[in-house]
T-cell receptor, first 117, second 112 residues
Framework: GAVVSQHPSWVICKSGTSVKIECRSLDFQATTMFWYRQFPKQSLMLMATSNEGSKATYEQGVEKDKFLINHASLTLSTLTVTSAHPEDSSFYIC?????????????FGDGTRLSIL | EDKVVQSPLSLVVHEGDTVTLNCSYE??????LLWYKQEKKAPTFLFMLTSSGIEKKSGRLSSILDKKELFSILNITATQTGDSAVYLCALRPGGGADGLTFGKGTHLIIQP
């Protein structure tokens, strides 16, 4: 089955540092990948849609300069949280859809738990 | 703005019971409704529903969609402790936007 790998699974770092999270589709190609954020006891909220070879589309209220997205190949998207602060602490999950099967559901990575001290 | 409301938000039952989880929605342009199960990490896909009145079934789980009344239910029969999880309902819109809108989830606990 389709597998999405997300790395790292857990990050703890100091306030002010930048953190990069990778999302890879292991056995399929994904023109589009999605980044979600989940706060404790809350639902997944779509942050941005990552498009291979072009700029990401951000949801209202998500700062594009804060959350940098790069989708340089059909199997890799990265999310960089720049100058992270404690309020950025959250669970970040990516998903991807196989470009050959646009009607199929998205496949999710295992998520990255980000803790900013 | 698309909206997904799930109920109940939490539910505790005993092993062997049958549970029904609810999902109502508002959407401008509907493409599909999806159910996911989330344990500790990533959501795992359960069902995708696009047409009204057609039940999807997988083992002890089943789901159905009513596009006129704008809701879906997820049924789990003969529950087991391994069914304990958060069950998420999500909307996939039609048109250009493709990201999912999720409900808050139902936190289901199955007691032995």
């Amino acid at each position: 089955g389709a597998v999405v790998s997300q790395h790292p699974s857990w990050v703890i770092c100091k306030s002010g540092t930048s953190v990069k999270i990778e999302c890879r589709s292991l056995d399929f190609q994904a023109t589009t990948m999605f980044w979600y954020r989940q706060f404790p006891k809350q639902s997944l909220m779509l942050m941005a849609t990552s498009n291979e070879g072009s700029k990401a589309t951000y949801e209202q209220g998500v700062e594009k300069d804060k959350f940098l997205i790069n989708h340089a190949s059909l199997t890799l998207s990265t999310l960089t949280v720049t100058s992270a602060h404690p309020e950025d602490s959250s669970f970040y999950i990516c998903s991807a859809r196989d470009k050959a099967y646009s009607n199929q559901p998205q496949h999710f990575g295992d998520g990255t738990r980000l803790s900013i001290l | 703005e698309d909206k997904v409301v799930q109920s109940p938000l939490s539910l505790v039952v005993h092993e062997g019971d049958t549970v029904t989880l609810n999902c109502s929605y508002e959407v401008t342009n509907f493409r599909s409704l999806l159910w996911y199960k989330q344990e500790k990490k990533a959501p795992t896909f359960l069902f995708m529903l696009t047409s009204s009145g057609i039940e999807k079934k997988s083992g002890r789980l089943s789901s159905i969609l009513d596009k006129k009344e704008l809701f879906s239910i997820l049924n789990i029969t003969a529950t087991q402790t391994g069914d304990s999880a958060v069950y998420l309902c999500a909307l996939r819109p039609g048109g250009g936007a493709d990201g999912l809108t999720f409900g808050k989830g139902t936190h289901l606990i199955i007691q032995p």
